[in-house]
């Protein structure tokens, strides 16, 4: 099971960090990914980590060098750090867990969803 945590309501050009935890089974070797679904848009890949990487192995174009996607094995968690937010970020976020490992921004790639953390940015 993946759950997220960490949404909620924040100030353009402000930060946030989301978590996804895991239960039932180790995400060692296990890809990773963080979607997202704006209202009325279909869900978009935002960033991805495959099995064994401890750090991104690619990012959306709209968020690079504002997101930043981790991996803790120990705590058996991944994070995504979003900088700079804006407007246009606003959307449920998801984590995804791949268990070939050779993860993509595809959603095909992945096995199993979380149910969703809503991130908003207003003033």
């Known amino acids: 099971q993946l759950v997220e945590s960490g949404g909620g309501l924040v100030q353009p050009g402000g930060s946030l960090r989301l978590s996804c935890t895991v239960s039932?089974?180790?995400?060692?070797?296990?890809?990773v990914g963080w979607f997202r679904q704006a209202p009325g848009k279909a869900r978009e890949g935002v960033a991805y980590?495959?099995?064994?990487?401890?750090?991104?192995?690619g990012y959306a174009d709209s968020v690079k060098g504002r997101f930043f996607m981790s991996r803790d094995t120990a705590k058996n968690m991944v994070y995504l750090q979003m900088n700079s937010l804006n407007a246009e970020d606003t959307a449920v976020y998801y984590c995804?867990?791949?268990?070939?490992?050779?993860?993509?921004?595809?959603?095909?790639?992945?096995?199993?969803w979380g149910q969703g953390t809503q991130v908003t940015v207003s003033s």
């Open positions: 980590v495959r099995s064994g990487s401890a750090t991104a192995n």
């Open positions: 995804a867990a791949d268990a070939q490992g050779w993860s993509t921004m595809r959603e095909d790639d992945y096995d199993l």
């Open positions: 039932e089974f180790s995400l060692d070797y296990w890809g």
